[in-house]
């Protein structure tokens, strides 16, 4: 099993007097660090403009956290299950995994990230800014830079596994699994829909809890990895009637109703896992 997520938008910086981040340290650093290493000088460059904000696509009330930008190297870092926050990281708790959960996720799961590639949830990293979907000058548009070293670095690890994919649009463009061919990975995107009065239509907030739950679900249940989409099917039907969260602002509980798995569009694209809430 290898599930991909998405970076949180915010970030919650180390501790102060944490060492600063190592990038022989971080996973993949054989086929990531030259690469990782050119976005961080570059990011430090850009965060240094009068029109940062605007370059990195964020709001004028961001610029502190822009600013942040330019001393990365010498930040605080934490591991990026605790830098990483937000409705899906708060659902799925990989800042508080039991040790078995926290080993697994270490091995499982892989944070995308227009900074660093991608991440395990135990590297340690500061907080930053920057989005996949940003043309960084000096490096171009971090999607396409990133694609070729991403495959380096996951190709052989999801070869023959099972592919959980909750990243957004942005993410994917940066790395896909081979579906056919050696490298063949079995690739499930995972699609959340609410059933009101019979009628069934995507969500957003509950559909990043929902992917959060079931994130922390495959990590902490006993028993091996799902390794194949029908494993994956079986291990998410295990929250079948489960309360999994609560309505923002209603304050009413929603339940998993079902999941169902649906074969691709096209013959290289994904599988989907269909979650059903209500």
């Known amino acids: 099993m290898l599930i991909c997520l998405p970076p949180s938008e915010g970030k919650t910086p180390a501790p102060t007097g944490a060492a600063p981040v190592d990038l022989a340290g971080l996973t993949g650093a054989e086929q990531l660090t030259e690469q990782r290493r050119a976005v961080l000088d570059a990011l430090a460059a850009v965060s240094a403009r009068p029109d940062a904000t605007e370059i990195l696509g964020v709001g004028a009330s961001l610029g502190a956290e822009v600013a942040r930008n330019t001393e990365l190297k010498d930040a605080p870092a934490a591991p990026a299950a605790r830098v990483y926050t937000g409705v899906l990281y708060a659902a799925a708790g990989l800042a508080d995994l039991p040790d078995d959960a926290a080993r697994r996720a270490a ?21 930053y800014r920057l989005s996949m979907g940003v043309d960084l000058p000096g490096v171009g548009k971090l999607a396409t830079v990133w694609r070729p070293h991403l495959a380096a670095a ?60 079931l994130t922390g679900h495959l990590l902490r249940r006993s028993g091996l990895a799902p390794t194949g989409a029908a494993e994956l099917l ?29 074969d691709p569009a096209t013959r290289r694209g994904p599988r989907t896992l269909e979650v059903v809430i209500a």
């Open 234 to 262: 079986d291990a998410a039907r295990e929250l079948d009637g489960q309360v999994i969260g609560t309505e923002v602002g209603t304050g009413l509980s929603y339940r998993m109703v079902e999941a169902t798995l649906h």
């Open 154 to 213: 996951l190709d052989a690890r999801a070869a023959g596994d099972v592919v959980v994919d909750c990243r957004s649009a942005a993410y994917l463009a940066a790395w896909k699994p081979a579906t056919t061919g050696d490298a063949a990975a079995e690739w499930v995107t995972v699609r959340v829909v609410r059933e009101t009065d019979g009628k069934r239509a995507v969500v957003s907030h509950n559909a990043k809890h929902t992917r959060g739950v």
């Open 107 to 127: 091995d499982d799961v892989r944070v995308f990230s227009g900074l660093w590639g991608a991440v395990s949830p135990a590297d340690l990293i500061p907080a």
